[in-house]
């Protein structure tokens, strides 16, 4: 009756969109066929994860959580799973998610809210938000429904749901993960990353994702590092860039309280610290705000009721009747205001005045981390603003929604390896992340770090 109960529990959080438990006990019965024939396991042998649903997984419905893909199924595995398949991992099923990606809170799914395991101690008891986009992958793992899940990040989506949700979540270099199969929300952004319990976990996880694809134009040709063996809590020698621009008027106090008790917890491992300045870092969230929904409008385009999911055809209606409709009822309202935003800075009068300007921006933000980085191996921030916040608090108000990300997103725009690790509970006993950012294919740096806090 027990297990009924948790069971029943854990179906109300609503972070499966479907269930499948027989790809996972495939994955086992393989591990234990090869433990008995006295084989060298693979490092995922038999390990259950969640798969976000963004990623295109043969023969499971794929939904990027909106209706407009209702009845779309891969034939074709992404990247991503392919290659975790490969590693021996099986799947438990797919992860509930922000409709494309596109949100910070996971309210803007087509498949309802996921609910955060997590509750104010204290206060409200209203349910939380998981975070978003990836919050069904953070909730599965914060839940203890899987040791681990696979996330995206464009701006912040791996690590703001792990902050919310008290577990750790790493975005690697632009490059690392392939982005084939997955579908996409903005391309020279998306990266592809694990979420689960512990530092360990995730370079056991990303070493099996990562690895260079011929599919994918942007992938890095390189080796995969072997970051496991490399993880060390030591930090001797190692310095910590604190960035000003970074302490922003109205933060709460906590926030500033787990800034500092990450900083003392890196010295206490051996880092130096040392104050950086990030000069751009104020125009970073306008500029993402304009590059996002940009590639996301083209992107999207391909939805059109012809050739995946849903299709509309009112009686009578011709190609462009059958197309408005289509899109009208398949995408929801973040979608669509994503794509007009995005039409409308790509448009002939308004390019250079807003695409052209966040380009340029985009550009001195990396700049200033490249400066940066002269000084310092490891950048330390908060990974949010805040806690976890109740489901419904923003979800009318998009700007208040879009200031989430702003820790997150500078390092999206420079393609830099960034970390989100359990930082403490604030006063109402609600986790709070620690968000490490690395230089450009320093995944281990951000991980030892990360180790360190942990
Ligand atoms: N919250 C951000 C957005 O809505 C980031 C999303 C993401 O990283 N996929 O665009």
């Known amino acids: 009756d027990a297990f009924v109960v948790k069971v029943a529990r854990a179906k109300a959080l609503n972070a499966f969109l479907v269930e ?83 949100g910070s809170s996971n309210e803007t799914s087509a498949f309802g809210n996921v609910i955060s395991p997590w509750r104010r101690s204290g206060g409200s008891n209203a349910d ?85 694809d011929a599919k994918d134009a942007t992938s890095l040709k ?28 109205g933060t709460p106090e906590e926030i500033d309280a787990l800034w500092q008790r990450g900083i003392d917890w890196l010295r206490d491992a051996g880092a130096e610290i040392v104050d950086v300045s990030l000069p751009h870092t104020k125009y970073a969230l306008p500029a993402y705000y304009i590059i996002a929904p940009a590639e996301a409008s ?16 009112p009686e009578g209606a011709g190609l462009q009747d059958m197309y408005a409709a289509t899109r009208a009822d398949g995408f929801g309202e973040e ?9 409308y800075v790509l448009s002939a009068g308004f390019y250079d005045a807003y695409f052209t300007q966040a380009s340029k921006i985009r550009t001195l933000i990396a700049r200033d981390f490249e400066r940066a980085f002269e000084q310092c191996d490891v950048i330390l921030t908060p990974t949010a603003p805040s806690a976890a916040f109740a489901l419904g608090e923003k979800s009318d108000d ?30 109402h006993g609600l986790p709070l992340g620690l968000h490490l950012i690395g230089r450009p294919l320093d995944e281990q740096g951000v991980l030892n770090a990360g180790l360190a806090i942990e």
């Open 20 to 102: 499948t438990p027989n790809h996972a006990l495939a994955a086992a019965k393989d591990a234990d066929a090869a433990r008995a024939a006295g084989e060298v396991l693979k490092p995922l042998a038999g390990v259950p994860i969640g798969m976000k649903d963004l990623f295109c997984t043969a023969g499971v419905p794929t939904t990027a959580g909106s209706d407009i893909l209702a009845g779309f199924t891969p034939t074709y595995d992404s990247t991503i799973s392919q290659n975790l398949w490969d590693a021996g991992a099986g799947m438990l099923g797919k992860l509930n998610m922000d409709q494309f990606a596109m």
């Open 128 to 212: 939380l938000a998981p975070g978003g986009s990836s919050g069904g992958s953070a909730v599965a793992v914060s839940a203890r429904l899987c040791p681990g899940a696979t996330g995206t990040d464009t701006g912040g989506s791996i690590r703001q749901p792990a902050a919310f949700t008290g577990i750790s979540g790493i975005k690697p270099t632009y490059g690392r993960c392939s982005r084939w199969g997955t579908i996409a929300f903005a391309s020279s952004l998306d990266q592809a990353g694990p979420m689960a319990r512990d530092v360990r976990d995730c370079a056991i996880m990303l070493a099996a994702m990562a690895g260079f």
């Open 222 to 249: 390189l080796d995969v590092p072997k970051w496991e063996h490399g993880l060390s809590s030591n930090l001797n020698g190692l310095r910590v860039g604190i960035p000003k621009e970074y302490r922003i008027d």
């Open 298 to 313: 083209s992107n999207l385009a391909r939805y059109d009721g012809v050739r995946y999911g849903l299709r509309d055809l």
């Open 335 to 343: 979608v669509k205001r994503r794509i007009m935003i995005g039409t």
């Open 398 to 427: 998009p700007l208040a929604m879009y200031m989430n990300d702003v820790f997150t997103v500078p390092s999206s725009l420079a393609g830099l390896p960034a970390m989100s690790v359990p930082g403490g509970l604030d006063k």
